[in-house]
Nanobody, 122 residues
Framework: QVQLVESGGGLVQAGGSLRLSCVAS????????MGWYRQAPGKQRELVAS???????NYADSVKGRFTIAADNAKNTWNLQTNSLKPEDTAVYYC????????????????WGQGRQVTVLS
């Protein structure tokens, strides 16, 4: 099995910064892509940022220039640095990973972290 454990997030004033981290462990042969999604109350979960195993990054338009995703592939960890936070960034943030599992019959599946609350006060 594969587990994703998140840390970071919390409460911050508008204009502040927070860092979110995610660590993947378990039967991992390779991680093809890592990412962060968020879900605000009453809204659908949306992509915030992603990074491929080749370090190609992708950001939602709403966070470009403010958020940065980075990964340490050797440690199966990735972070989301959030700067210049706005009240509309308030949401539960979830990390995810597209994992190729180890074992006699490898398969690829998407795994999710448990979610971390980010609250930005105006």
């Amino acid at each position: 099995q594969v587990q994703l454990v998140e840390s970071g997030g919390g409460l911050v004033q508008a204009g502040g910064s927070l860092r979110l981290s995610c660590v993947a462990s378990g039967s991992i042969a390779k991680i093809n892509a890592m990412g962060w999604y968020r879900q605000a109350p009453g809204k659908q979960r949306e992509l915030v940022a992603s990074i491929s195993s080749g370090d190609t990054t992708n950001y939602a338009d709403s966070v470009k220039g403010r958020f940065t995703i980075a990964a340490d592939n050797a440690k199966n960890t990735w972070n989301l640095q959030t700067n210049s936070l706005k009240p509309e960034d308030t949401a539960v943030y979830y990390c995810n990973a597209d994992v190729v599992t180890r074992g006699p019959i490898p398969y690829t599946a998407r795994y999710w972290g448990q979610g971390r609350q980010v609250t930005v006060l105006s």
